[in-house]
């Protein structure tokens, strides 16, 4: 089936999922005075208009979960960002799947601006407020945006189906930050979700990443190691079975 059409679906009250043609997601929350745009794309859909559309003309800020391209390359359509790490400007040709038959979107890129992250930083979108923790890992300057209202974390991909950990003693001490500032945490929203299947991870997809992460540590965990730390490790969790396993691959680019 061509994948040609990004689709928007509301997961929460005022709370909108973005799928960028199955390539990423990104997410749309209101309050009663603003809204806040986590993630831009790839850059391949006008995230701005739709951004706008949903907000209903509202102000609004813009956060990135981390800077990889197929997050941040949507940023340059806005003036101003928030993110704790660079914009990568690697393009990643081979991340798109051949199935994708998008219809052709450019723009001019803008001189962004980049604001730095920091844990504890609140967004209050009026009556409404979003809490953002520092989760690396998976890169250097991840970040995770947590709503009370809805009980949703966005993690970007310091969690998913399959995480790509570039330090795993990072990935553990944010996660464990991210756990202790849940709390009434109900489910988690990644940065990539299947196409056509929206459902949100469950809550204890958090101990899973968490005992993986311990288990890549454990003196007799198997990691893998290059200049003394231990990083580039693919880590698999398998969410029906309550477990994870971790597999040690060649280091990938950390452009992806
Ligand atoms: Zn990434
Ligand atoms: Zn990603």
Redesign the pocket.
């Known amino acids: 089936m061509p994948i040609n059409t990004p689709v928007v679906i509301e997961i929460d009250r005022k709370t909108w999922l973005i799928q960028e043609y199955g390539l990423d997601c990104c997410y749309a929350l209101l309050g009663e005075d603003s809204g806040l745009l986590i993630d831009t794309g790839c850059g391949r859909m006008n995230i701005k208009r739709l951004a706008e559309r949903l907000f209903e003309g509202r102000p609004y800020d813009v956060v990135l979960t981390?800077g990889?391209s197929?997050?941040a390359g949507g940023a340059k359509q806005f003036e101003v960002v928030h993110c704790a790490e660079s914009l990568s400007e690697v393009c990643e040709e081979d991340y798109i799947s051949p199935d994708f038959k998008a219809p052709n979107f450019s723009f001019v890129a803008k001189n962004t601006e980049v604001i730095p992250l920091f844990t504890g930083d609140v967004f209050d979108l009026g009556n409404r407020e979003v809490l953002c923790i520092r989760t690396p890992g998976?890169?250097e300057g991840g970040c995770s945006f947590f709503d009370p209202q809805s009980g949703i974390a966005f993690v970007?991909?310091a969690i998913g189906k399959e995480m790509?950990v570039s330090c795993v003693a990072d990935a553990l001490t944010g996660l464990m930050l991210l756990k202790r500032m849940t709390p009434g945490m109900n489910r988690i929203y990644p940065?990539h979700v299947d196409y056509m299947d929206y459902r949100a991870l469950p809550a204890a997809v958090l101990e899973d990443a968490i005992g993986a992460c311990r288990a890549a540590l454990a003196p007799d965990g198997r990691h893998y190691h290059k200049d003394g730390k231990v990083q580039f490790c693919s880590v698999t969790l398998e969410y029906e079975r309550g477990w994870a396993e971790l597999e040690p691959h060649s280091p990938y680019p950390l452009g992806?």
Do not use: A, I, N, T
């Open positions: 981390h990889h197929h997050h998976h890169s970007g991909d790509k940065g992806l």
